[in-house]
């Protein structure tokens, strides 16, 4: 039987969340009262938001379909997206068919406009399924040179349409091609604006993508290891990601019309300690004149000094930093007491935090995407930056001798830090992702200066 309309907008914690939730203003609430009826277009984030069925929404009954028969999708539908409370979100599925066990993650969303490609291959999303919020993905198809990482890091994604032909000079494959033969896969279809909402509201949920080959679904099994499933915290996903022996880096910066180059005269050499290093951070790296050493995240501090470099630098990646910290902190700690210039992004800020004295915490939403604010507190500069994480520094919990150097303008987390007396400093963001479009990119400069005796990296 459907609920009311003042039923449902008092499940929501009144007109004002109902608004929230729904993506609509509060006059848009004030008519679903007045009419006694809630537009159509507004049921999916409602569903989404209240856990009620399309019958129980006012006038929905009428237009709901028939319920599959047990362990068969709707109409259409070939992949479904199974969250922990056993939510289902139908769709057609591309990329690679799933086998057994089905993948399991953390479902989160992007808001970048572009770079598709790179974000499903930067490691700093392993353990993760992404919704992109942007609408059309695959119009740039696939090339080798976009890849972040030899191999996808995401455990599936989520779109809202299907997906559209490559129409760009560099694509060599569609993008469904790439997928399949990477064994990863995905669902079109989603309403991701509500799937968004959800996870903006209520954290981001654990679940499941299948994408069966024979198109068969038991949701109850498939709930059930979404629910199951752990989480991030507590994970140590660095060793996972991270490679297995060093090697060496010299590649350079895309840059028109040549593409990528090589460093032939290195100023500088510099250790980079892999927890889910994206190349391209390696790239402005050898671009700043630097030679690079990459060495595996389990490299102790006698591993890393004994290649004399002459800058440490601890790179991205996913997890928890407090599981990776307990074989990486005393690394990192090793090289801080041999005066080493120390520069860390993304993960590598917050171990350096640890190193420090400080403490990490899991986000409740997290930051992805394209598009965030971070203000320098020295300058009051403000740099758009990319971001993917779901931790962060306790600012709170830092030392004396430590001190906050960025923060994020959207919800005032810590987002740099740098410590006085040693010539250490990191950053939450990415500087290398090239989002404003190089608002950060000077950060490398600083790390040289540190290295040259000229700068702080402050």
Not at 2 to 8: C, F, L, P
Not at 75 to 104: E, K, N, Q, R, Y
Not at 114 to 120: A, F, M, R, S, V
Not at 401 to 421: K, M, P, Q, Y
């Amino acid at each position: 039987m459907a609920n009311s309309v003042d039923a449902i907008i008092d499940r929501l914690g009144g007109a004002e969340a109902a608004s929230r939730l729904a993506g609509v203003g509060t006059e848009a609430v004030r008519k679903w009262r007045q009419s006694g009826s809630i537009p159509s277009r507004h049921w999916p984030a409602l569903i989404a938001a209240t856990g009620l069925s399309l019958a129980d929404l006012p006038g929905g009954a009428a237009e709901a379909p028939a319920q599959p028969e047990a362990g068969r999708p709707p109409p259409g539908a070939s992949a479904a997206l199974v969250l922990a409370d056993g939510s289902v979100f139908w769709g057609a599925g591309f990329g690679a068919h799933t086998g057994d066990p089905v993948p399991v993650g953390e479902v989160c969303f992007n808001t970048g406009m572009t770079g598709y490609q790179e974000t499903l291959t930067d490691p700093s999303y392993a353990g993760q399924i992404i919704t992109f919020t942007f609408p059309h993905i695959g119009n740039v198809g696939a090339n080798p040179a976009d890849t972040e990482a030899a191999c996808i890091a995401a455990r599936g994604l989520v779109v809202k349409q299907d997906l559209t032909e490559p129409s760009n000079w560099r694509a060599t494959m569609h993008l469904d091609a790439w997928l399949r033969g990477q064994g990863v896969a995905g669902i079109a279809g989603v309403d991701t604006r509500a799937l968004s909402l959800r996870i903006r509201d209520a954290g981001a949920p654990h679940g499941v993508l299948a994408h069966p080959a024979d198109g068969r679904f038991d949701l109850d099994a498939l709930a059930a290891r979404a629910a199951a499933w752990p989480g991030l915290a507590g994970m140590d996903l660095a060793r996972d990601v991270s490679c297995t022996q060093s090697y060496d880096w010299d590649e350079t910066v895309w840059a028109w019309p040549g593409g990528t180059g090589r460093q032939g005269a290195p100023r500088h050499h510099v250790v980079a300690v892999d927890y889910g290093a994206k190349r391209n951070i390696l790239r402005c790296l050898a671009t700043a004149g630097c030679r690079v050493t990459v060495v595996p995240a389990t490299a102790t501090a006698e591993d890393i000094l004994r290649h004399a470099p002459d800058g440490v630098f601890l790179s991205n990646g996913p997890g928890d930093p407090a599981a990776t910290g307990s074989y990486a902190v005393p690394a990192i700690r090793g090289v801080l007491e041999a005066g080493v210039p120390l520069f860390g992004i993304c993960l590598g800020h917050q171990l350096l935090a640890l190193a420090l004295g400080g403490r990490t915490y899991k986000l409740a939403r997290g930051h992805r995407g394209a598009n965030q604010p971070v203000q320098e507190l020295a300058t009051g500069r403000v740099e758009i930056t990319s971001q993917n994480h779901g931790f962060a520094v306790d600012a709170d919990s830092l030392p004396e001798g430590v001190r906050v150097t960025h923060v994020s303008l959207f919800d005032g987390s810590n987002e740099g830090i740098a410590c006085d007396g040693r010539r250490a400093f990191s950053v939450q963001y990415h500087p290398e992702a090239s989002p404003g479009p190089a608002d950060a990119r000077h950060l490398f400069g600083r790390f040289v200066g540190m290295m040259e005796g000229t700068g702080t990296g402050v």
